[in-house]
């Protein structure tokens, strides 16, 4: 059996779509010996076009794919029609992109990766990762502290925050794993109670099975790692590992083996450093009490 006859994990969204199709198309091409710049020909496109779609940066069209099949010596039309189905299903729109005035092109990458990530791997110095957010926490890093502001678009971004997090309830939900620095714990977002708040809420979603919660103590803190980022892992072998690293203007995929290791080991450090669930659930239901 072919390996695109595998079913998908229920998550698996456009964007994945894309990059698994571009791979099992590399594959052939290359099982046929066909050269990349013979294929373009072939679909009137250029040699960069036809890397774009190998690597799943761009959409297919159906018509392309066909013409690809059948010079790379596909025929039988059972693995055709698995085939252009997926094109036809990398097409869909995802749920966010309703949103793509509001979101920048490279965070709606993320969020299509991030629905059909296996894993998600989280370090955070500043905020509560956004998965885990309060209405309210969310609201007041989205407004920059000014959540009595907060303008249409700034509610429309924070809808599609909140929807992410249904991301932890699906049936094959990803496990989530996030490690926080102290200091995010007793950085006011939102105010005292907005803060207390997204303490228990802390509280009750590492009691889910798919969560893991971890707090790295100042003691140990900035040793390990300068900034934050998240490691994505996928059940789909097409799709590679990635780290995400987010900045104010854009963000970082990185998915070289070197560099996805460098990060993984960095994420070892942290997680040995940090205290473990058991501890953090501790810690965080004495800082509620505190509070």
């Known amino acids: 059996m072919a390996e695109w006859e595998q079913g998908e994990p229920e998550g698996t969204g456009p964007t994945a779509r894309r990059i698994i199709l571009g791979a099992q198309l ?19 496109g250029s040699d960069s076009k036809m890397s774009r779609l190998e690597a799943g940066k761009v959409g297919f069209k159906e018509r ?8 790379y010596g596909v025929t039988a039309a059972d693995e055709r029609e698995l085939l252009l189905d ?25 969020v299509g990766l991030e629905m059909s990530a296996s894993r998600i791997q989280t370090y955070e110095l500043l905020f509560v990762p956004g998965l885990l957010q309060t209405e309210d926490y969310a609201r007041a890093v989205i407004t920059s502290g000014h959540p009595d502001r907060a303008t249409p678009d700034d509610e429309r971004r924070l809808q ?19 490690i926080l620095d102290e200091s995010v714990l007793h950085r006011p977002i939102g105010g005292p109670s907005a803060l207390v708040a997204q303490v228990e809420h802390l509280l009750e979603l590492a009691a889910l099975p798919n969560v893991v919660i971890q707090v790295l103590p100042f003691t140990m803190s900035g040793y390990a790692a ?27 995929y ?10 993984s080991r960095v994420m070892d450090r942290v997680a ?15 800082l509620a009490a505190e509070r």
């Open 26 to 44: 590399r594959r052939l091409r290359e099982r046929a010996g066909v050269a990349r710049s013979e294929a373009a020909w072939s679909i009137r």
């Open 64 to 71: 392309d794919v066909s013409d690809l099949l059948t010079m």
């Open 86 to 110: 997926m094109t036809r299903r990398s097409n869909e729109p995802g749920w966010w992109q309703p949103y793509g005035d509001v979101l920048p092109a490279w965070f709606e990458d993320y």
């Open 160 to 178: 599609v925050r909140m929807r992410r997090q249904q991301t932890l309830g699906r049936r094959d939900a990803p496990t989530f794993w996030a």
């Open 226 to 252: 300068e900034s934050s980022f998240s490691i994505l892992r996928f059940a789909e072998p097409e799709l590679p590992d990635l780290v995400y690293q987010e900045h104010l203007t854009a963000a970082a």
């Open 254 to 263: 990185l998915d070289k083996r070197s560099e996805v290791e460098a990060y």
């Open 272 to 286: 040995v450093d940090a205290l473990t669930p058991d501890e953090t659930r501790q810690y965080l239901t004495k």
